[in-house]
């Protein structure tokens, strides 16, 4: 079909990727193995299994879980690579990388062997396939603001690694207002900024990354539609939305793919772009969830080429490098 070999074809970004989503079955079993780490499913096939949500909640304690086995530089070098070489073949260009520092230092792995793991492996993979990244540091907000205040100053000593930050994890009760110092001190430090923000939290949620955070993109951004003063915002600002449908499918964000929000919002202006968040978890990488939305909605050859160009726009690539992809 000419739908799928256009998604094929056309160069794009990835904005919304959290590498810890990316670990696949096959490699949280071989890195289990190589740690003498007891993983409390009996195979890989046992683990997919279980990937069957009710909510983000659900997601969150099996994705925390997963990131037991990630412990040396080596693991996340390991992780990390096999994410890029998967997405030369999608026609990913450029891509925007999330880790959770915090998940891992609650183990007793430091920033300096997560990072060392991290850049070489996406320095490897702009060396062997010619994709460019940026790296974004994401703060979990169901943890204090004071503890993320600790892990930024953790983080000084590698900011030259470091684009930007994010804030990611459990969204209900969890307000972007909770972090209103610790993104005044990253924007103090040049630091772009990124939030999640209505996946499952209200349009409240939204405004308030940035009103009180300064976002320059939000992540998911569902919940946007209910406020019909916010959409004209985000749509007369270019503020960009990375959106992830089969996540949002799997964590029943939208009941049926063809509910999903992704056309109206593109034909209300919006710069919405199209992301995969975690897909070891939620079935398919980023042209995979360009091909679900082909299957689920009325999409034509123009809203991809719009969704691809947005992720280029809507990318933190320098202007030049920028304009050339254009
Ligand atoms: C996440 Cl889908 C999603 N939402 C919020 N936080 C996350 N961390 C990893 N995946
Ligand atoms: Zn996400």
Not at 146 to 163: F, G, K, R, S, W
Not at 205 to 216: C, G, P, R, S, T
Not at 275 to 288: Q, T
């Amino acid at each position: 079909q000419s739908l799928t070999h256009l998604i094929q074809q056309l160069p794009k970004a990835e904005l919304h990727l959290h590498l810890e989503g990316s670990l696949e079955p096959e490699l949280m079993f071989k890195l289990a193995r190589r740690n003498q780490i007891q993983l409390p499913y009996a195979d890989e096939a046992a683990l997919h299994q279980a990937y069957q949500f009710n909510n983000l909640q659900e997601f969150l304690d099996l994705y925390y879980q997963g990131t037991s086995v990630l412990n040396t530089e080596e693991d996340f070098y390991d992780l990390t690579f096999a994410y890029m070489k998967r997405i030369h073949a999608d026609q990913v260009i450029h891509t925007e990388v999330f880790f959770d520092p915090q998940a891992h230092l609650a183990r007793g792995v430091s920033l300096e062997t997560q990072l060392r793991g991290i850049t070489h492996a996406l320095a490897e993979a702009r060396h062997q396939f010619n994709i460019s990244y940026r790296l974004i540091l994401s703060f979990l907000r169901h943890l204090s603001e004071e503890e993320a205040l600790n892990t930024l100053e953790q983080a000084l000593p590698y900011l030259d690694q470091i684009a930007g930050v994010g804030l990611d994890s459990s969204e209900r009760g969890q307000p972007p207002e909770k972090f209103t110092r610790l993104f005044a001190r990253c924007h103090a430090l040049g630091l772009k900024v990124t939030i999640h923000a209505g996946e499952e939290g209200p349009a409240e949620y939204v405004w308030q990354a940035l009103k009180l955070l300064n976002a320059e993109r939000i992540d998911h951004g569902n919940r946007a539609l209910e406020d019909a003063e916010l959409l004209i915002y985000l749509a007369q600002q270019g503020i960009p939305l990375t959106m992830c449908p089969l996540s949002n499918q799997k964590l029943c964000v939208v009941p049926e793919l063809d509910q999903h929000p992704i056309l109206q919002l593109l034909e209300k202006g919006l710069c919405v772009t199209v992301n995969s968040d975690d897909p070891a978890y939620f079935g398919g990488y980023i042209n995979d969830n360009f091909q679900a939305l082909v299957n689920h909605l009325p999409v034509l050859p123009h809203h991809i080429y719009q969704l691809c160009r947005n992720s280029l726009i809507a990318s933190w690539m320098d202007p030049s490098e920028k304009q050339q992809a254009l």
